[in-house]
Structures are given as structure tokens and as C-alpha cells.
């Protein structure tokens, strides 16, 4: 091992001695006044628009051809620093010094308002930010990034096994790439990886999201943007001073959130007057206690357009109990920009809180088309100025091919990317690696080498003597013999439940997946379980073909056998509650019934927003009684028949009979927006509410006995933030059904309800306190679930408990029929406790009077708001 590192040593050194006698280019160091070095300076080289920032340690090198240039070398809190240079036959050394910025007040007419002049300059950058983002018809660039991370700190208990795999504080894992980046506006980007270098498995750890977002949209990587046209609802703004820099006036305002928490931002932004653009941000922002910096530098690389030229991001948190940092430093060069023509380059924006005369001058002149606006610029309010680049949009939206497409990305890696040797990097890399960089490449090279040797040895080993092992019958297991074959073996330990109607239950599963050559899959679920206390084996088949695009993935589906199913399909009472509320508490929740059955249907799409779902299910029901009293409550009054209680039917227990059932349901999301990645399409689904509607039918066909019935059902759903407070979830459905009431009570309209002390159903389609069968009806009925997540509100006012990530959320839930009376639930909770945990309190009232009060847990919901999806996170 010793040889090898040593051999590696020897090599490296040799190539950085070859790289740099043929190199030709600057080196140095930028410093400040007390002679300490300057880490990520940003060096722009004018005459190619190629830019590169400096190491941890001040030192930057450039390759250059021989030639004269004009260098700018800055960084946020220093006066930026333009330098002529020759650049000969070899590598010409400089030492710059930066001097601490020195930013004046300007003398301000204070109006009766005695408004911050950060106003007036923030509200002319954000109406001009629509703007910037139309300014280019297109540009490439070429965009290096290097990211270094490392784990501070673990749990006590995995410190040993951690450092065992060679990890600890001292490790740093780096990452290099290179990229050839395109746009094409509106939001058109293609990316084209053309070399990479990795010390660990950190292909997925990318700040993309970052580097091609953009503040001047309402919303950065997900978080509001200090010039979204709701910022003034998010954030305060104050003005820090303007300093003159290279002929530009640019002026320092402070960000400060009007209410702390996650995607909110908090720092500082520097805007250039009269281009009101972004010079230089340095912003933080938190997500689930995780703290990112955003630092960026933006330059003019033609008269009026500022694009940024280098990204630094930082990102620390603490996530059960391991500490970690993470920084990428990027640095965009070689760009080659076409302008939109249709856009003037120079508008004046008159502000009308400052200059009202002059603004009610501009309102009464008549105003020209579009065309002529455009093109002709000059002066204009910020609200003319915005609806003008508004209006613009709309225009050409409408002529565009896919209105309602939000981003189009294109990503690849060139096959040879991971090939290219270390003298290729040592000539190209823009940001010098430092010696600890150095030292970890060195490392983690050679280790990999080992690590793929006894990898290799491993594979063959196992090969020869196979994978499944004894442990597996008990854990499960995954078969793999190729690309595009999988079986899965369940562990029967998830599979062993009790329940009042077979007693203890043993099951065994497995899943087969194959994937075809047009990316569509074929499932098989087969799957059977033996009850100890009914002596009964049941088992039942599905399959499951699923084909079309990505983003509105169709299916048809085949299943059948005999089978216990619940008397509600959803199946709300999970097999694990109620072996749990059973055997503890004797409280047999879950009502079975057999089914032998055959179930047919297809779920498709007519457009990308309009879809259905078609099924037809033969199934002769039985009904089934309780065999075993099992138990480890001391309560007297024994299990609960397999029959529940309702209100409405006094008698829930049925005859064996056939159903012969038709299922007909359609979604329509009219305003639903996409992504396209890869050229293929995500459905972004918070964009738009969900309508639906089903229609469920009982056919008699041979006799009396068969089910028969007829019922409609619509419903509603959608999610939206009403400013910066919060975010609302809606669900609410209502039906009813038509022409005879069903005969049978598998066949009446059931709700979600939930009497265990767990949360484990949808926390907005969902009941807490309502009893799973007593409120079932054959009549009419309405329903509706309103959950409120707030961004401040009670605990998430203590800074400590903001960093945990932790969330407050309050609802309401209402369910009328005929028989029910008006049924509220009220609640408040706390969710994503310690990461993973939810506690809600929860009080029920019919007709306004008092009905029950009860505290539930559960796993985290994880209600997540880039797409307005709900997940139960368990």
C-alpha cells in the first residue's frame, strides 16, 4: 500500500511539473490591506468574458494566450480592482490587494412618509425583473463547479462503524465537473457535462437548482425571491449605502424577513441604479433547520445586461445527529449572449411614491401598441413598465407551443467524462485545488483503486456462491438476473398480524417487475396468508401492466382470487393498528368480509389533463364472524362483533351474495402546469385544483339478491399559499345516490374515519376522532377537510424549535348526511417532530354541541410545497 501511494506521489508531482512549464497565463494571490489572503475573489477577464474566483487560500491561476487584457478582480465587502496585463511566454505572478468597499449615503428627499430609499430602489428592480429575464433571446456559457464536503459529526453510537468505513471529519469528498450550458428563453436549458472528477459516490449532490435559478423569478430554488411582486409581504428592506464602482452607482440593501422560517431569505442584495439588476447577493435561506449561503457576482458582459459570473454556496446542518458541511464554488465563463431584439435596452423607471407628478404625466399620455413600447423604451412607471413586459409575455406565450410548460431541461454526460486524467484538470481548472484538496484526491484515488480490486473479488465470490442467504427467509430478499427482471421476496415478519376473525395470520408475499425495451412495466403481486384461529388459507393474484409517458403513467390491471377484504375498500384500519388496538386494548377495529372475486380495469388519459379509470369486479361476498377472543386487555366486555354499529342501519350484517360492479371515475386539473426534463415531462400538480367525479353501480344480472345500486360522487382538491403566512390544503367531496338505496352495507358511502390512537391516513382526506362505520351512509352526503400550515404561529416562534424544521398545522373537517347532523372536528398539531414524529389534539362537536376530545401520533406527514403533494411519511 505504501509503494502504491508513494508511486501515485511521484506521478502527480511529475504532471503538475509538465503542466506548468508549458502553461502560459497569470497566477497569484489576492489579499487584503492586512496582507491575509482573500478566498473566492471573483477574477472576470473582459476581453473573453471568462471568469474564475480563488482558493480557500487567496491563490487563482489563469491560462491565457499571449495578448493584453483587462483584469476585474472582486469579492462582496471589497472595492473592485481593474488591472492591465501582458501576458508573455510563461505564467506572469501578481499579488493584488483589495481595499474594503467604502459605500456613501446619498443625500435622500425625505417625503412625508419617511420611507427607507430601499423601497423606491427595490420596487424599481423588482418591476424590472421580468424584464431581465426576456433580455436574452439565448446564451452559452461554459460553467465549472467544484463542491467539498465532509461529516463534522455523527451519533456516539455509529462514531466506530463510521470511522471503520474510513470516514471522519477529516474526510472531505470533493467533486469537479466541467459543463457546457445553453438558454434559450423563455426557460429553455440544456447542460452537457463534458469531464468530471469525483473522490466519492456524489454524482446526485448537485447545486443545479441554484446555478440555473434565477432571483429575478418570484421564486428561488423554491423560496420567495427579494424581487418577487410579493416580496414587500415577505421582507423589510433597508438601504445600506451606494458606492461608485467602475462608472456604476450600486447600492446595498439590507433583506430582513418580516417572519422567520423555511424558504425564506435574510442578508444582503446589491442592485446596480438605473439597470435596477443584481450586482452581487449574499443571502442565507433555511430549509427543514438547514442553512444555506448564496453568495454571487455579477458582471456587465455588454453595456446594460449583468449576468453572473461566480456562485458560492454554503450549506451546514444538523440531521439526526450527524453535522455536516457541504460548499460548491462555481465560476460561468465563455459566454456568447444574443439579445432580444424586441426589447429596448434602456428604459427609465419612474417610481410613483417618489415622483407623482411626473408618474400622473406618464399615466395621462395615450399609450402606444406593444410593438412601439417595446422598442422605443424611455420613461415609464413601474406599473406601466411591468404590465408592459407582462402583456409581452402573454403575447408570446400564447404563441407558444406548450403555454404551460415551466421549464424545459436538458441534461447529459458525455461518455467520456469520468476518463479524462489529472492533467487535462490541471490545465483547465479555474480554482486551484489547495494542498488539503490535493492531499484528499491523492487518498480517496488510491482507495477507490483498492476498493474496486476487492470489489471485483467480492462480486466473483458471491457469484460462485450465491446471494440469498439463511437470514433472507426471515428479512426478505430481491432477486436480480438482469437489467430488466426483479422478484421480491417479503418478510414474512411484515406479513404477521391478529385479528378477531382469523386469529393470529400469517402471510407470504412476493412482487416480479419487468421492465420492456419502451420503458413500460409488467407487475405480478402474488400473495396468500393462512389465519391460525379459521384454519383458512386465502389467496389472490393482481397484475398490473403500466405504459405511456412519465407524467401520465396509464395502466391496465388484472386481478383475482379469495380473499378477506374490509367493508371499506379504502381501507382505512391498517392489518399493524389494529393487531396493536386488538391484542392492547381490545379494540378489533378492522371488519372483514370474504371475497371471491375478479376485477378488470384500465386507467388512461384523454390529455395530459383530463384522465380516467374504468373497472368492472365480479365478487361473491360472504360474511364472516369472529373465531378467536385472543387477547392481553383484562376489559370484560370482550371483542366487538364483526358486524359494526351505524346509525343509519340497524343491522349491518348481509346474506352471501353477488355484486357485479361498475366503476367509472374521470380527473381534470384544467390549469396544470409542467417541467420537461430530458424531454419528458413532470406534472407540477400544485398548479392547478383537481376536479373529479365517479360513478359506482351494482348491475343485477341474473337475481334478486345481486347488489344493486347507483351512485355519483364529485370532489375537489387543491393546495395554495395565501401569502406568507402559510399554505392551505383542500379536499372535499359530496354524492349521493340515485334511485335505490343499496341493500347491502359494503355497498354504502364509508368515510376516513379513525378511532386508534395513531395518525396513519392522509392528513387532509382524513378524520381523527370519527368512527370508522357509525356515520356510513346510503343517502345523500357531504364532506370536507380544510388543513392550515403555518409559517410562525405558536412553538415555531422559538428560534431553536425553527431550526428542527419543525411545523405547526391546524385544520377543520366537516361530514353532513341525513342522518349525521353537522359533524366538525377541530385540531391542532406538530409535525415533523425530531424529523420523524406528529402529535395532534383534536375535539369533535355535532350540531355545535360537544362530542369527544382526543391526542393521536404518528409518523411525520412530510407536506411538501414544490408540488402541492401530501406524503404520509411512513
Known amino acids: 500500500m505504501n509503494q502504491r501511494f508513494l508511486k501515485l506521489a511521484i506521478i502527480a508531482l511529475l504532471i503538475l511539473n509538465t503542466v506548468n512549464v508549458f502553461a502560459e497565463g497569470i497566477e497569484g494571490y489576492v489579499k487584503n490591506k492586512d496582507n491575509e489572503p482573500i478566498e473566492f475573489a471573483t477574477i472576470y477577464v ?37 488591472v492591465e496585463i501582458e501576458v508573455g511566454g510563461a505564467f506572469k505572478n501578481l499579488i493584488i490587494d483589495l481595499e474594503e468597499e467604502t459605500i456613501m449615503l446619498k443625500t435622500v428627499v425625505v417625503k412625508g412618509d ?49 470511522e471503520k468505513e474510513g470516514v471522519d471529519s477529516t474526510t472531505s469528498y470533493t467533486v469537479e465537473s466541467v459543463s457546457r450550458i445553453q438558454y434559450t428563453r423563455p426557460s429553455t436549458y440544456s447542460e452537457e457535462v463534458i469531464s468530471v472528477r469525483t473522490t466519492g459516490d456524489e454524482y446526485g449532490t448537485s447545486p443545479n437548482s441554484f446555478i440555473f435559478g434565477s432571483f429575478y423569478d418570484p421564486k428561488y430554488v423554491d423560496a420567495i425571491s427579494p424581487l418577487s411582486p410579493k416580496a414587500f409581504a415577505y421582507y423589510r428592506f433597508e438601504y445600506l449605502g451606494t458606492k461608485k464602482e467602475r462608472g456604476y452607482e450600486i447600492s446595498k440593501i439590507r433583506v430582513t424577513p418580516r417572519s422567520m422560517g423555511d424558504d425564506i431569505f435574510w442578508g444582503e442584495i446589491s442592485i446596480v441604479e438605473d439597470d435596477w439588476s443584481i450586482q452581487s447577493t449574499n443571502l442565507n435561506m433555511r430549509k427543514i433547520g438547514i442553512l444555506f449561503n448564496i453568495k454571487q457576482i455579477y458582471e456587465p458582459v455588454e453595456p446594460h445586461v449583468w449576468l453572473p459570473i461566480s456562485h458560492q454556496f454554503e450549506v451546514t446542518g444538523k440531521v439526526f445527529g450527524f453535522r455536516f458541511e457541504y460548499n460548491y464554488l462555481s465560476t460561468i465563463a465563455k459566454y456568447k449572449i444574443e439579445l432580444n431584439k424586441d426589447l429596448a435596452q434602456e428604459f427609465e423607471i419612474i417610481d410613483e411614491h417618489q415622483e407623482k407628478e411626473l408618474a400622473k404625466e406618464l399615466n ?248 380516467y379509470e374504468m373497472d368492472f369486479t365480479y365478487e361473491s361476498r360472504k360474511p364472516l364472524y369472529n373465531t378467536s377472543d385472543y387477547t392481553w386487555s383484562k376489559r370484560p366486555e370482550g371483542y366487538s362483533p364483526n358486524a359494526p354499529e351505524n346509525i343509519e342501519l340497524p343491522n349491518t350484517e348481509f346474506i352471501v351474495h353477488d355484486a357485479y360492479l361498475i366503476n367509472l371515475g374521470i380527473e381534470y386539473k384544467p390549469w396544470l402546469k409542467f417541467r420537461i426534463r430530458n424531454e419528458k415531462k413532470h406534472a407540477i400538480n400544485s398548479s392547478s385544483p383537481t376536479f373529479s367525479a365517479a360513478y359506482i353501480t351494482g348491475v343485477p344480472f341474473f337475481t334478486s339478491t345481486d347488489a344493486d345500486f347507483r351512485h355519483l360522487i364529485f370532489g375537489f382538491d387543491h393546495s395554495f399559499k395565501p401569502g406568507i403566512r402559510g399554505q392551505f390544503f383542500i379536499s372535499a367531496k359530496a354524492g349521493a345516490f340515485l334511485g335505490d338505496k343499496p341493500q347491502y352495507f359494503i355497498d354504502f358511502n364509508h368515510f376516513a374515519g379513525n378511532e386508534s390512537p395513531f395518525l396513519m391516513e392522509d392528513p387532509v382526506g382524513s378524520y381523527r376522532l370519527l368512527p370508522y362505520y357509525n356515520y356510513s351512509t346510503a343517502d345523500k352526503h357531504a364532506s370536507a377537510q380544510v388543513l392550515y400550515q403555518f409559517r410562525k404561529f405558536l412553538f415555531t416562534q422559538i428560534p431553536m424549535l425553527q431550526l428542527t424544521g419543525l411545523k405547526e398545522l391546524a385544520y377543520v373537517s366537516y361530514l353532513v348526511t341525513p342522518h349525521s347532523g353537522n359533524y366538525v372536528e377541530l385540531g391542532y398539531g406538530l409535525d415533523n417532530l425530531f424529523r420523524f414524529a406528529r402529535i395532534e389534539a383534536s375535539t369533535s362537536f355535532i350540531d355545535g354541541s360537544y362530542n369527544s376530545f382526543g391526542v393521536k401520533i404518528g409518523l411525520s406527514t412530510s407536506i411538501t410545497s414544490d408540488d402541492g403533494s401530501i406524503n404520509i411519511g411512513f
Do not use: C
Open 364 to 611: 395621462d399620455r395615450p399609450a402606444d401598441n406593444l410593438e412601439s413600447q417595446l422598442a422605443e423604451g424611455g420613461e415609464l412607471t413601474r406599473k406601466q413598465f411591468r404590465k408592459l413586459i407582462k402583456d409581452y409575455e402573454k403575447e408570446e406565450n400564447q404563441a407558444s407551443e406548450e403555454p404551460l410548460v415551466e421549464g424545459n431541461y436538458t441534461y447529459k454526460i458525455d461518455s467520456m467524462a469520468a476518463t479524462i486524467d489529472s492533467v487535462y484538470w490541471a490545465k483547465i481548472r479555474p480554482v486551484p485545488l489547495t494542498e488539503y484538496e490535493k492531499k484528499g484526491y491523492f487518498k480517496m484515488d488510491s482507495v477507490a483503486l483498492v476498493e474496486k480490486q476487492e470489489a471485483e473479488g467480492d462480486t466473483l465470490e458471491k457469484n460462485q456462491k450465491g446471494g440469498f442467504g439463511v437470514m433472507d427467509i426471515f428479512s426478505g430478499y430481491t432477486f436480480r438476473w438482469s437489467d430488466n427482471d426483479r422478484l421480491t421476496y417479503y418478510s414474512p415478519a411484515t406479513l404477521f398480524f391478529f385479528n378477531t376473525v382469523e386469529g393470529f395470520n400469517l402471510g407470504l408475499k412476493f412482487k416480479y417487475a419487468h421492465t420492456f425495451k419502451d420503458k413500460s412495466k409488467l407487475f405480478l403481486w402474488p400473495e396468500i396468508k393462512y389465519g391460525f384461529s379459521s384454519e383458512r388459507l386465502y389467496g389472490r393474484i393482481k397484475s398490473e401492466y403500466r405504459y405511456g409517458a412519465l407524467y401520465k403513467r396509464s395502466n391496465i390491471h388484472l386481478s383475482g382470487g379469495v380473499f378477506t377484504n374490509q367493508l371499506n375498500v379504502e381501507n382505512p384500519i391498517t392489518p399493524l393498528v389494529n393487531s396493536i388496538t386488538s391484542l392492547f386494548w381490545q379494540d378489533n377495529y378492522l371488519k372483514y368480509y370474504e371475497s371471491d372475486f375478479i376485477s378488470v380495469g384500465n386507467k388512461g388519459h384523454f390529455s395530459d389533463r383530463l384522465s
Open 114 to 162: 419617511n420611507e427607507d430609499p430601499a423601497y423606491s430602489i427595490m420596487r424599481k428592480a423588482i418591476a424590472k425583473a421580468n424584464y431581465h429575464t426576456q433580455q436574452l433571446d439565448s446564451f452559452e456559457a461554459e460553467v465549472y463547479i467544484k463542491g467539498s464536503g465532509r461529516l463534522i459529526d455523527s451519533p456516539f453510537f455509529l462514531r466506530k462503524m463510521i
Open 46 to 82: 473582459k476581453e473573453l468574458g471568462t471568469g474564475t474566483t480563488t482558493n480557500i487560500e487567496g491563490y487563482f491561476q489563469i491560462s491565457l494566450e499571449p495578448g493584453a487584457y483587462h483584469l476585474v478582480f472582486q469579492h462582496l465587502g471589497f472595492k473592485a480592482k481593474e
